[in-house]
Structure formats: structure tokens, C-alpha cells
């Protein structure tokens, strides 16, 4: 069974897992992945969760850059966002 790490990172977010502070000690338990993963209802093995863990540790970091880009109020969206 394959989990998209878009919807493992999501779990955790519903899990309550603070990102600031993951991507400051960019280490993840295996005890709060294998918490994501039962939310998610996947229920994946120890193994599975040690491959994942290195990569969603990389995307926390870059979520955290992400959310802390500070962007002007005066910057509107792209006219491809915009739905007319």
C-alpha cells in the first residue's frame, strides 16, 4: 500500500504535531509517525515508517521556510489564481 507524503504530512498536521517545532529539532518519533499513521487508517510497519521518516523530517524544514516567507499585504494574487 502506497501513502502520498502530502497525506502523511496532512495527518499529522490532524494529529496536532507542531511543524515550528519539528523543523527547529528536525527529528520525527516513530511513535508520532506511527500516531499519523493510524489516523490516517494505513497502519504502516516500523520499517515502512523508518524510510519515510528522513524525507517528511526534509519536507517539515521546508514547510516551516515556507510558512515563515513573509509576503506584503499589498502583493495580490497572480492572475492565474484569480477565478473569474
Do not use: N, Y
Not at 517545532?21 to 506511527?34: F, G, K, N, V
Not at 502583493?75 to 489564481?81: D, E, H, K, Q
Amino acid at each position: 500500500m502506497t501513502v502520498a507524503r502530502r497525506r502523511l504530512l496532512q495527518a499529522l498536521t490532524l494529529a496536532g504535531f507542531d511543524t515550528a517545532a519539528a523543523a527547529q529539532d528536525s527529528t520525527l518519533t516513530l511513535e508520532a509517525l506511527r500516531s499519523a499513521s493510524r489516523l490516517r487508517g494505513t497502519g504502516l510497519s516500523d520499517d515502512r515508517l523508518q524510510i519515510l521518516k528522513p524525507v517528511l523530517e526534509r519536507r517539515l524544514a521546508q514547510l516551516q521556510a515556507l510558512r515563515s516567507f513573509d509576503i506584503d499585504d499589498a502583493i495580490g494574487p497572480t492572475p492565474g489564481i484569480l477565478v473569474e
